[in-house]
Structures are given as structure tokens and as C-alpha cells.
């Protein structure tokens, strides 16, 4: 009768191994040679039904455990190489074998991966399916309001503009200000343009921040507005006339698909320019290091508005003279993003900024008061966040205000040079957070609003977990 051979090595391999023993004193117990042993694990040399009986003997060794136990991990495998993501890769029957015999744990980890893989397109795949079915546009290609290219322009791009500030450093060189920019502005626009600047009363602008008259030549303003904005509307107008150049080589290079889109991004270029007007950039970075970046210190030495001086904290990024890289969201109390920028770009990827537990939601709480708090995301990073409530133009008795929160960050290792540090609670120990809750796989989230599209719901009738949306 012909001996029926059978590669075997690994299996052998484990069994020795699980026993603890050494070839020397497996093969003294089959009654072979240490080197036979050695080549039957390698699978150079087969094993025969003498030696399987051997097996079962001498250690309690099924002969099926040395049959074909790699039939099912085959299976899996070659449903693994025949998705088309590998279909280049396509192993041959004999490879499938060696790996699923010479790493079996490793075989099965593969194959649990690609199924998750499967199930994360194919929930993918039913989420793309619903948000059409809601008429929700789902291609990266499809139509966008030119507000919305905008904001994605500004917060994917460092918030600094070279050409800008170098000619708001020649503005306030020629303007000589002093300590009243408000005043020099006025007059600069009197002897240039004949422009004169008028504030109004609310029932005269009742829906007006700002407003150019050409044929008076005169500038209003909005008494709605704080001393802060007016000046900054002013400091818009006479940007727009004096630094029209650099303004438009800047709005040249953002590339925006449409004529509307370029209005409002020149809109957005005459606000950064009026900051860079208001806080020229060496003496704010200058004062900004003195104070360990103290918003609150900024605004009066300035005479700014705490957003003003917030948002300029985000475009210290002057090649040999930058500051601390800082980011920055402003939020309604509905959770509306109104702005995003960073010194760097907006953080998206790594801080996302939607999450609930961001105390830039708590401070509506708290109006006026500052909120200083380490989070931490879910791969590790961390960072120091400040968060404050502003107030909009003022309304009238009846009129409920407009009220919005705004949140600076920047990454927890320049906290020692930052004044906030000293503030966090629980000795700094920072506060769990995720990008989004749609992406967030934190487990037990009391704030969780939605579940995440990376994991299947894990409904259980028998156990309720903390979070309204467990999943496994």
C-alpha cells in the first residue's frame, strides 16, 4: 500500500512549540533523527501515516489536526486576493497554502480585515444611496454655492497674505496714527477721496453694517456697531482704495471659479487687510510674546475687540518672524460655522472642530467669561483650546442679540508659552474629543448626537449601554 504524504511542518512546528519541547527531545520520542525533524518542519520532507501514528501516540495528537485544517483559511483567502483591489496580486493555489499553513493566525486577521473592509464599502455604499434618495449632493464634482468654495479656499490655505501686509506696513507709515487710527483713517480719506464718514442712527440703516455713497462721497456707518467694528469698516473702505493692488494679485492667486465667489473672497482679503491696518504685524507679535499671547492684554493695548485680536493671532506666520501656529472656528449656539482659518490651514484632519464636547459650546453658558481646556482626539493628538462668547451688532429693545462663540487653538506643545496653560482644570488631564460624531469611535460618548459610519449599531435588547447610539 503507497504511504500517503502530507506537508505538514507548521502544524508539527506548533505542536512542538505548545509542548515545549526541543527537536532533540521530539524526535528521540518519534524515533527519528533531530535533522529529519528539522526538515519535516520546513516541508521539505512529508510526513507518512508511520510517523502520524507516531504523533498520536507519543503526544495526543489527532491525525486530523495534520489533514487539511487549512481547508476553510484557503477558502477565505482566496476571497481576499479576488477582490479587484488585488486582483493584481493574485497568488497561486500553492502560495495560499504555505500561508495559510505557516501563519494561520495571521491568515485569519487578514481575512477579519478585509470583511470589515467589505462591510465599511458596503455601508459606505448605502449611506451615498440615502443621502441621494434626500437629494443631497454626494459627488466631490457636484455643484457648490460660491460661499461655500470660498470658505474651503480660506480654511485650506495658511491665513497669512504676504502682499498685504507688506502694503498695510507702508499704509501706516504714511498715515503716522499714533494712538487714534480711527481719526487718521477719517482724515486720510477726507484729503484723498473727499470722503466723509457719518454715523447713523438705526432707523436711518436698519439693515446696513456699511454703506459708500458715490455721488455724496460720503461713508455711513451702522450705530449698531461697536467702536471696534466701525473701526474696522473704515479700515475696510480705505483698504479697498489704497491696497487694491495687492488685494487683487491675492484674489488672483486663490483661483475661484466665479465672479460671485471673487467678490466675496475680495470682501474677506479687505477684512484681513483692515486687522493688518488696526494691529501692524512686528509691534502685535512683539506685544503678543510680551503678554504669553493674553488675548484679553491685546484687545486693550490695541483697542480691538477680542475677535479682532483672536483672529489676528492666525496670521503671525511671517517667514523669520512667526508666532505660535493658531487655529480658529467661530460657532452659533445652533453649532452654524460661520469661520474657520489657521495659521497653517485650518486643522480639519486632525481636529475637525464639530465636536460637542469642544468647550466652544459650553461658553455660551458663560457669556463674556474665557474657557481655557486640553482636549484630546482619538489617535492621540492634543490640544490647548481657549473659548469665549462674542457679541454682535447691538440690537434694539426688542430685538433678540445676536450672539456667537469663537475657539483658538494651537497644538498642546507650545502651552508653556502660553498664558491659558496655567488656567486648565483637573491639572491639565485634557478632555476626550472627536473630529465629528460620524466619524468619532469613542464608546460610552455621553455626547454623542449621531453614530458613526465606521462601525455597525450593536443593538442589544439585554444590555443598554451610556450612549444612545452603542455600536460594536
Known amino acids: 500500500m503507497a504511504e500517503q504524504k502530507i506537508f505538514a511542518g507548521p502544524r508539527i512546528r506548533r505542536i512542538r512549540n505548545a509542548k515545549g519541547l526541543a527537536q532533540t527531545a521530539m524526535a528521540e520520542g518519534l524515533?527519528?533523527?533531530?535533522?529529519y525533524l528539522n526538515l519535516i518542519e520546513r516541508n521539505q520532507r512529508p510526513l507518512t501515516v508511520q510517523l502520524i501514528l507516531k504523533l498520536s501516540a507519543a503526544y495526543g495528537v489527532e491525525p486530523e489536526e495534520l489533514h487539511g485544517g487549512a481547508g476553510g483559511s484557503i477558502a477565505a483567502l482566496r476571497e481576499v486576493f479576488a477582490d479587484p483591489l488585488l486582483v493584481g496580486e493574485l497568488p497561486s493555489e500553492q502560495e495560499l497554502i504555505e500561508v495559510a499553513e505557516a501563519a494561520p493566525n495571521a491568515s485569519a486577521a487578514m481575512v477579519k480585515l478585509f470583511r470589515a473592509y467589505r462591510e465599511q464599502a458596503e455601508r459606505l455604499s448605502d449611506l451615498s444611496e440615502m443621502l441621494a434618495r434626500e437629494g443631497r449632493a454626494t459627488s466631490i464634482s457636484s455643484a457648490r454655492l460660491p460661499m461655500d468654495e470660498v470658505r474651503e479656499t480660506f480654511e485650506r490655505r495658511p491665513n497669512y497674505f504676504v502682499s498685504i501686509e507688506e502694503e498695510a506696513e507702508a499704509f501706516i507709515t504714511l498715515l503716522q496714527p499714533g494712538d487714534d487710527l480711527y481719526g487718521a483713517l477719517k482724515e486720510w480719506l477726507r484729503k484723498e477721496y473727499g470722503i466723509v464718514v457719518r454715523v447713523l442712527p438705526v432707523a436711518t440703516m436698519p439693515n446696513w453694517r456699511r454703506r459708500y455713497d458715490r455721488h455724496s462721497q460720503r461713508l455711513f456707518l451702522s450705530e449698531r456697531l461697536s467702536p471696534f467694528d466701525q473701526l474696522r469698516e473704515i479700515a475696510m473702505e480705505a483698504a479697498l482704495m489704497r491696497m487694491q493692488v495687492a488685494i487683487a494679485a491675492e484674489l488672483k492667486a486663490l483661483k475661484l471659479g466665479s465672479d460671485e465667489a471673487r467678490r466675496l473672497a475680495r470682501f474677506e482679503l479687505a477684512r484681513y487687510a483692515a486687522h493688518a491696518l488696526m494691529m501692524p504685524y512686528q509691534p502685535f507679535l512683539t506685544a503678543a510674546q510680551r503678554a504669553r499671547w493674553d488675548v484679553d492684554v491685546l484687545r486693550s493695548r490695541f483697542g480691538v475687540s477680542f475677535e479682532q485680536a483672536a483672529n489676528r493671532l492666525t496670521t503671525l506666520q511671517k517667514q523669520g518672524a512667526s508666532g505660535i501656529p493658531f487655529f480658529m472656528l467661530e460657532v452659533d449656539n445652533a453649532g452654524n460655522r460661520f469661520r474657520r482659518a489657521g495659521a497653517q490651514g485650518f486643522p480639519q484632519a486632525r481636529f475637525g472642530g464639530a465636536c460637542p464636547k469642544l468647550p466652544v459650546h459650553a461658553v455660551f453658558a458663560q457669556p463674556g467669561q474665557v474657557l481655557a481646556e486640553a482636549v484630546e482626539m482619538p489617535d492621540g493628538a492634543r490640544f490647548l483650546t481657549i473659548a469665549r462668547t462674542l457679541e454682535g451688532p447691538q440690537g434694539a429693545f426688542n430685538e433678540r442679540p445676536?450672539?456667537?462663540?469663537?475657539?483658538l487653538g494651537c497644538?498642546?506643545?507650545?502651552?508653556?508659552e502660553v498664558v491659558y496653560a496655567s488656567a486648565l482644570p483637573g491639572g491639565g488631564?485634557?478632555?476626550p474629543v472627536g473630529p465629528v460624531c460620524r466619524l468619532c469611535?469613542?464608546?460610552g460618548c455621553l455626547a454623542r448626537?449621531?453614530?458613526p459610519v465606521t462601525?455597525?449599531?450593536g443593538l442589544d435588547e439585554m444590555t443598554t449601554g451610556l450612549?444612545?447610539?452603542?455600536?460594536?
Open 31 to 35: 524515533g527519528i533523527s533531530p535533522s
Open 402 to 407: 445676536r450672539r456667537t462663540a469663537i475657539l
Open 411 to 416: 497644538d498642546i506643545g507650545f502651552r508653556d
Open 429 to 431: 488631564e485634557p478632555t
Open 441 to 443: 469611535e469613542r464608546v
Open 449 to 451: 448626537a449621531e453614530p
Open 455 to 457: 462601525r455597525p449599531l
Open 467 to 472: 450612549s444612545a447610539f452603542d455600536f460594536q
